[in-house]
């Protein structure tokens, strides 16, 4: 099934007039991969129109016709947009400031200095056998600062070779 071109040009074009600023998006697998850094972008902007197709998608001529930006959220087939755009949304809702708590507690998450975020610990300090590292119940909060980036590099390092190629080099 694709979707009629006059039937969603017409839905787009009441959704968002020519001259709206909202980035329009299309959920698609051809298109550019969805990262943290655009969810960033994204969180900054004025909001965005976000079309979703259905099983083959949508015709082209709507994609060519309203602008629609292809946006992908990974490499495997969904049977619609809808729940990569979901998908999407979420990681860009959580990043405007008054959604989650405490902001900054944003800033040590995966992807977000290019590694993927450490392993995270609370009670009770022994669990079928295995204990907290002691590091992170000593208070230093230096060693604690080293120990996380040490777990954030070597899980980078042995999951994502490609994210560890980019912050080596």
Same mark, same amino acid.
């Given at each position: 099934?694709?979707?009629?071109?006059? +039937? *969603?040009? !017409?839905?787009?074009?009441?959704?968002?007039?020519?001259?709206?600023?909202?980035?329009?998006?299309?959920?698609?697998?051809?298109?550019?991969?969805?990262?943290?850094?655009?969810? #960033? %972008?994204?969180?900054?902007?004025?909001?965005?129109?976000? +079309?979703?197709? $259905?099983? &083959?998608?949508?015709?082209?001529?709507?994609?060519?016709? $309203?602008?629609?930006? &292809?946006?992908?959220?990974?490499? /495997?087939?969904?049977?619609?947009? =809808?729940?990569?755009? *979901?998908?999407? *949304?979420?990681?860009? +809702?959580?990043?405007?400031?008054? +959604?989650?708590?405490?902001?900054?507690?944003?800033?040590?998450? !995966?992807? =977000?200095?290019?590694? *993927?975020? #450490?392993?995270? /610990?609370?009670?009770?300090?022994?669990?079928?056998?295995?204990?907290?590292?002691?590091?992170?119940?000593?208070?230093? #909060?230096?060693?604690?600062? %080293?120990?996380?980036?040490?777990?954030? %590099? =070597?899980?980078?390092?042995?999951? $994502?070779?490609?994210?560890?190629?980019? /912050?080596? =080099?």
């Amino acid at each position: 099934m694709v979707l009629r071109a006059d +039937v *969603l040009a !017409s839905a787009i074009d009441a959704a968002a007039p020519p001259d709206d600023p909202r980035p329009r998006l299309l959920m698609s697998p051809r298109g550019t991969p969805f990262t943290q850094a655009r969810a #960033h %972008e994204l969180a900054k902007g004025p909001g965005a129109i976000i +079309v979703c197709g $259905r099983f &083959e998608g949508i015709d082209q001529r709507v994609i060519d016709r $309203r602008n629609l930006e &292809e946006i992908s959220v990974g490499d /495997y087939i969904l049977s619609g947009g =809808e729940m990569a755009a *979901l998908t999407m *949304l979420d990681a860009i +809702v959580r990043l405007i400031p008054g +959604v989650m708590g405490n902001l900054e507690s944003a800033d040590t998450e !995966s992807f =977000e200095n290019g590694l *993927l975020e #450490h392993p995270h /610990y609370t009670r009770p300090a022994e669990f079928e056998g295995m204990t907290i590292p002691d590091v992170l119940t000593s208070g230093n #909060h230096k060693k604690i600062a %080293e120990w996380r980036l040490q777990k954030s %590099e =070597e899980l980078t390092r042995d999951r $994502r070779p490609d994210l560890w190629g980019n /912050y080596v =080099e």
